[in-house]
């Protein structure tokens, strides 16, 4: 199987953009989606031989997840089960034979790092108790925009970025303690050098020259790590300030 995760930074946007095109190259068995901003009912999309599921924000225009699958879930369901996280629509699981596939959009410490407390305190800790307790049933995929780079690698320029949102020590640790709960970090599993990045700023010439940052990754259970057979990170796809990702399970 193979699946394919995108922030989209608005999902009319994106359509607008390519969107479609790109599926129908593509091909992939599963989408997952970030910050479609969007309502069900605000978007016209179709999708031979795919079908589509939400998780919308209360707030309109704001966030929310969607996961578009060729095979039909055994179930799907929004949210992390904790009303102060589930308003933003940032989480949706589908759960297919083997594993649960789990699309998130991690929240943003802000500019000022005025969310950053919730971030590390709040939803970095309910997350993955979320996916370790679905972990005790069936191995667990999950992918997104994580809203953090974990080493001075996945960024182009560390060093100005320190302590910024996005690269403070406290993102950073809450992401070694997904690897810590045994979840493999796929991209790495195959590259380990620098310069492989999934978000760049909108300022001139800054994606062209490469001046990003990887916010976007795919991880799975340990136990799956013997399925792995590809990671990759589309950076030639464009519709949004993120590029798609990719994994290949056998």
Same mark, same amino acid.
């Given at each position: 199987?193979?699946?394919?995760?995108?922030?989209?930074?608005?999902?009319?946007?994106?359509?607008?953009?390519?969107?479609?095109?790109?599926?129908?190259?593509?091909?992939?068995?599963?989408?997952?989606?970030?910050?479609?901003?969007?309502?069900?009912?605000?978007?016209?999309?179709?999708?031979?031989?795919?079908?589509?599921? !939400?998780?919308?924000? $209360?707030?309109?225009?704001?966030?929310?997840?969607?996961?578009?699958?060729?095979?039909?879930?055994?179930?799907?369901?929004?949210?992390?089960?904790?009303?102060?996280? %589930?308003?933003?629509?940032?989480?949706?699981?589908?759960?297919?034979?083997?594993?649960?596939?789990?699309?998130?959009?991690?929240?943003?410490?802000?500019?000022?790092?005025?969310?950053?407390?919730?971030?590390?305190?709040? !939803?970095?800790?309910?997350?993955?108790?979320?996916?370790?307790?679905?972990?005790?049933? &069936?191995?667990?995929?999950?992918?997104?925009?994580?809203?953090?780079?974990?080493?001075?690698?996945?960024?182009?320029?560390?060093?100005?970025?320190?302590?910024?949102?996005?690269?403070?020590?406290?993102?950073?640790?809450?992401? %070694?303690?997904?690897?810590?709960?045994?979840?493999?970090?796929?991209?790495?599993?195959?590259?380990?050098?620098?310069?492989?990045?999934?978000?760049?700023?909108?300022? &001139?010439?800054?994606?062209?020259?490469?001046?990003? !940052?990887?916010? %976007?990754?795919? $991880?799975?259970?340990?136990?799956?790590?013997?399925?792995?057979?590809?990671?990759?990170?589309?950076?030639?796809?464009?519709?949004?300030?993120?590029?798609?990702?990719?994994?290949? $399970?056998?």
């Amino acid at each position: 199987m193979r699946l394919v995760s995108w922030n989209v930074n608005g999902l009319r946007a994106c359509i607008s953009k390519g969107f479609v095109d790109f599926v129908g190259r593509d091909q992939a068995d599963v989408y997952c989606l970030q910050e479609v901003r969007a309502l069900p009912e605000q978007v016209e999309l179709t999708l031979p031989g795919y079908t589509m599921y !939400w998780n919308p924000a $209360l707030k309109r225009g704001y966030s929310g997840t969607a996961i578009i699958s060729r095979q039909t879930p055994l179930h799907v369901f929004p949210g992390l089960g904790l009303a102060e996280h %589930d308003t933003e629509g940032r989480v949706l699981t589908a759960e297919f034979m083997d594993y649960f596939v789990v699309t998130v959009y991690t929240p943003n410490a802000q500019r000022e790092l005025t969310r950053l407390d919730y971030r590390q305190n709040q !939803w970095d800790r309910d997350f993955l108790k979320f996916v370790r307790k679905l972990e005790k049933k &069936k191995p667990v995929v999950f992918c997104g925009d994580l809203n953090v780079s974990h080493r001075e690698i996945d960024l182009a320029n560390p060093r100005s970025n320190r302590g910024n949102a996005g690269f403070t020590d406290e993102e950073r640790l809450g992401f %070694d303690n997904l690897l810590k709960a045994g979840f493999v970090d796929t991209f790495r599993e195959f590259e380990s050098g620098g310069g492989h990045y999934t978000w760049w700023s909108n300022r &001139k010439g800054v994606r062209e020259r490469n001046i990003g !940052w990887r916010l %976007d990754y795919f $991880l799975i259970s340990g136990a799956l790590r013997p399925r792995l057979v590809s990671a990759g990170i589309l950076a030639e796809v464009l519709g949004s300030d993120h590029c798609p990702i990719s994994v290949e $399970l056998d």
